[in-house]
C-alpha cells in the first residue's frame, strides 16, 4: 500500500497525545515484534483511546507492523534513487528468488519476510535495504547473498 492509499488516521487533538501514541505503539511492538490485537488493546486503554483510533494510526505508519514477520525483515528499496542505479528491481527479484518468497510474504520457518518500501532515507547509498533496524547500502547481489546466508546461520 503506497502513502497515497493510505487515509490520514482519525485525528488526534493534542500533539503530545499524539507522540504518546506513537511512542507506545514502538515500545508494544518492540515486545513482540509486531503488534498484537493485545497490545492495541492495552495501548488503547493506557491512552484512554479507542482501539480504532489505535489501529489506524499504527496502520498508517509503515514503521509498524500489524502482522507477524521474519525474525528478518528485509525491506528491499524501490524509491527512485534506487530504481535509478538499477538497483530496486534487480535485488528484489534477487532476494525474491533466493528465498523462495514472493514480496509481502515470510519463509516457511519464519526467518525471513520480504517487503518493498519507498525511501529509506539513505538515497547517497542507493541500491538501499535495510534488515530490522540495520540500514545496508551500496549493496551488490555478492554481498546481498552473503548478508543471508550470515543471517539464516544466526
Ligand atoms: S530512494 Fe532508496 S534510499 Fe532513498
Request: glycine content about 6%.
Amino acid at each position: 500500500m503506497n502513502i497515497a492509499e493510505r487515509s490520514l488516521p482519525p485525528a488526534i487533538e493534542d500533539p503530545r497525545e499524539r507522540a504518546m501514541l506513537l511512542a507506545a505503539l514502538y515500545l508494544a511492538q518492540e515486545q513482540n515484534g509486531w503488534l498484537t490485537p493485545e497490545a492495541i488493546r492495552r495501548v488503547a486503554r493506557r491512552l484512554k483511546l479507542s482501539e480504532g483510533q489505535v489501529r489506524s494510526t499504527a496502520s498508517f505508519y509503515t514503521m509498524f507492523r500489524l502482522e507477524p514477520r521474519g525474525r528478518y525483515h528485509i525491506q528491499v528499496c524501490e524509491g527512485l534513487s534506487c530504481y535509478l542505479v538499477d538497483g530496486a528491481e534487480t535485488i528484489i527479484e534477487h532476494v525474491a528468488r533466493k528465498l523462495k518468497i514472493r514480496p509481502g510474504e515470510t519463509t516457511p520457518d519464519g526467518r525471513f519476510s520480504l517487503e518493498i518500501v519507498q525511501c529509506l532515507a539513505a538515497c547517497d547509498m542507493a541500491p538501499a535495504l535495510k534488515v530490522n533496524d540495520e540500514l545496508y547500502g551500496n549493496m551488490s547481489l555478492a554481498e546481498i547473498d552473503a548478508l543471508i546466508e550470515r543471517l539464516a546461520q544466526s
